[in-house]
């Protein structure tokens, strides 16, 4: 079994209690320290085994070979993926069944990390999983005012539209916007513009 971890934790002693992220959903899983285990880390992509025991209500992370990224040498780089990745394990730990969708999504996104402005790949992506939940907002009315935005749109939590006297907070370019929602591509927005939109990304998905 294949999975992203998006939380780590320590136990005792040096044990680590893990959630990854796969295919088929969500596990939580119990890792005894031991030199023979291989050193893992937040975001990483590693195959897995998963043992049960009827003892324990958790089961334990075996057999663990870690699927490693030319970029994961680049530390700005691993930094914001591990940002991005935690974000996942917040808004899913609730949830019962994931479905494939949210692995595919940061499968796609651990591939293409290193070809582009990562943070620009990680918020296509929520475009994305915006969509998939049914909760992007491609109208643009105010989140506040309620009343037709004509011109610089302000992004709240959520990807929100609102005006930036409504919302007090820098504006970006209806063009951007329109072409990210539409096509989820950041082309038209700037550095700048991805910047901020990267800040409203880490208030929560």
Known sequence: MQGFIISL???RDEDLVVTILSDSGLDTLYRFYGAR???INLGFKIDFEIITNV???IGQLRDVLHLGYPWLTDHHKLRTWQQFVTLFYSHLKE???TGGFYFELLDR???SWAKQNP???AIESYV???EHEGRLHKELHCFFCDEVITKEVSIIRSFLPAHPNCAHTLSIKQEGL????DNHSSLFLSDKEVDRLWLVLLEGI
């Open 9 to 11: 934790n320590r136990a």
């Open 128 to 130: 994305k999983l915006l």
């Open 55 to 57: 003892k324990s209500t």
């Open 95 to 97: 949830s019962e069944e």
């Open 109 to 111: 996104a651990a591939e």
């Open 178 to 181: 329109i072409e990210l929602f």
């Open 37 to 39: 285990h291989g050193v």
């Open 119 to 121: 943070k620009r790949i």
